[in-house]
């Protein structure tokens, strides 16, 4: 079983920035990626960044060149650094571990982009 917590969510101006983390805890050994995922009231859940195991990163096209998606192996955390933000970044965003056999979700922290 692996958890995921979630911070950093939160308000923001357009054109300012927000960093999230996402700390593991449990079986951390057996998730190979780490990704964020945001949902908008009324639209599908939708991938933002993801990283492996190996530290191959892949963004949705929306975000690309604004965010930026690390890991640090040692605190078992994930991080979204969050530029340039848009009104159009406001959304639930969520943590997610993926292993063989799981994926694993967080709770979800709130970003809103708002003047």
């Known amino acids: 079983q692996v958890q995921l917590v979630e911070s950093g969510g939160g308000l923001a101006q357009p054109g300012g920035s927000l960093r999230l983390s996402c700390a593991a805890s449990?079986?951390?050994?057996?998730?190979?990626?780490m990704g964020w995922y945001r949902q908008a009231p009324g639209k599908q859940r939708e991938l933002v960044a993801a990283?492996?195991?190996?530290?191959?990163?892949n963004y949705a096209d929306s975000v690309k060149g604004r965010f930026t998606i690390s890991r640090d192996n040692a605190k078992n955390t994930v991080y979204l650094q969050m530029n340039s933000l848009k009104p159009e970044d406001t959304a639930a965003y969520y943590c997610n571990g993926k292993s063989l056999r799981y994926a694993y979700w967080g709770q979800g922290t709130q970003v809103t982009v708002s003047s």
């Open positions: 990283i492996t195991s190996g530290g191959s990163t």
């Open positions: 449990g079986s951390i050994s057996s998730i190979n990626a």
